[in-house]
Nanobody, 127 residues
């Protein structure tokens, strides 16, 4: 059974940083992707970033480019999302998701591309 555990959320002031972690278990060897999504109150869940296990290829939403960095530690089956220069607009519940099929640059941010989801971790940024 695939399980994803997201952690690292919290409250921070604007301009601050947080690092989220997504620990994956139950994934068998081979190609897979882990993505980060977020959902703010009253808004749709949106793709933030993703990273491929095979070659480390990454994609980012335009809204976080240059501020967020996704990385992986395959030995620990853990993916990280380093978030810098946070603003109130980044406030949301952040979810990690995984799938065995690597998405393309055109669909990495679609929820339907991911079969497995973690429980979410809340990030609150105050101004």
């Amino acid at each position: 059974e695939v399980q994803l555990q997201a952690s690292g959320g919290g409250s921070v002031q604007a301009g601050g940083s947080l690092r989220l972690s997504c620990a994956a278990s139950g994934l068998s060897g081979g190609i897979y992707v882990i993505g980060w999504f977020r959902q703010a109150p009253g808004r749709e869940r949106e793709g933030v970033s993703c990273i491929m296990r095979s070659d480390g290829r990454t994609y980012y939403a335009d809204s976080v480019k240059g501020r967020f960095t996704v990385s992986r530690d395959n030995t620990k089956n853990t993916v990280y999302l380093q978030m810098n220069s946070l603003g109130p607009w980044d406030t949301a519940v952040y979810y990690c998701a995984a799938d065995y099929t690597e998405p393309t640059i055109y669909d990495w941010n679609r929820r339907s591309e991911y079969d497995y989801w973690g429980q979410g971790t809340l990030v609150t940024v105050s101004s």
